[in-house]
């Protein structure tokens, strides 16, 4: 249990165009995701927090023009990368937390296999 | 800002345990410590998390010092599909309260044959 479903894996896109990721969880409801950033050799680095009806939280520094997050749902949570440049090039993955009860499997927070963007 | 501090990179003997430190001298009294792997290009995997207390599960130990200033992640029998990043992750913020993970550097784990 506990998946979180993100899509696509890969994208190419040419500069100046827009992308958009989606992640979902697919067997739980998730009031709160998280998306982060990786450039190769380097760790994650936390974009923002979407909660479920709201405005994302953006950490500083982050672009909210730039990379919006829509989260409609409680299954659902969007990242669109606005007039991409080949800098916006990334690893993307988002996260989600398990709301709830703890259980003996996982407790806390589960990521998508991530997303690999490269603008051409 | 991440609170832990790891080795930039390990290497283990298949079959033995990997012990991999870390510390996180600032913790807070109600902070949890989170394990996560990640083998490349993929997201990040659960290992474990613990409070104060040693946990075990299925894939790892995780011994947290009495002072909780640092902790051990222990794989008791390393296999070539255990080499990956790992992360030791102190939560900030409480968990229904905007608690996130801020990830660190890692530890690259180099299981050798």
């Known amino acids: 249990g506990a998946v979180v479903s993100q899509h696509p894996s890969w994208v190419i896109c040419k500069s100046g165009t827009s992308v958009k990721i989606e992640c979902r969880s697919l067997?739980?409801?998730?009031?709160?995701m998280f998306w982060y950033r990786q450039f190769p050799k380097q760790s994650l680095m936390l974009m923002a927090t979407?909660?479920?009806?709201?405005?994302?939280?953006?950490e500083q520094g982050v672009e909210k023009d730039k990379f919006l997050i829509n989260h409609a749902s409680l299954t659902l949570s969007t990242l669109t990368v606005t007039s991409a440049h080949p800098e916006d090039s990334s690893f993307y993955i988002c996260?989600?937390?398990?709301?709830?009860?703890?259980?003996?499997?996982?407790?806390?927070?589960?990521f998508g296999s991530g997303t690999r963007l490269t603008v051409v | 800002d991440a609170k832990t501090t790891q080795p930039t990179s390990m290497d283990c003997a298949e079959g033995r345990a990997a012990n991999l430190p870390c510390n996180h001298s600032?913790?807070?009294?109600?902070?949890?410590v989170y394990w996560y792997r990640q083998i490349h290009s993929q997201g990040p995997q659960y290992i474990i998390h613990?409070?104060?207390n040693n946990e075990t599960n299925e894939m790892a130990s995780l011994i947290i010092t009495e002072d909780r200033k640092s902790s051990t992640l222990i794989l008791p029998h390393a296999t070539l599909r255990d080499t990956a990043v790992y992360y030791c992750?102190?939560?900030?913020?409480?968990?229904?309260?905007?608690?996130?993970?801020?990830f660190g550097q890692g530890t690259e784990l180099s299981v050798k044959p």
């Open positions: 600032t913790i807070s009294g109600n902070e949890y």
């Open positions: 979407s909660n479920e009806g709201s405005k994302a939280t953006y």
């Open positions: 992750i102190v939560r900030v913020g409480i968990y229904n309260q905007g608690g996130k993970l801020i």
């Open positions: 996260s989600a937390r398990l709301g709830g009860i703890k259980n003996r499997v996982n407790y806390g927070y589960t």
């Open positions: 067997d739980f409801q998730a009031t709160t």
């Open positions: 613990g409070l104060k």
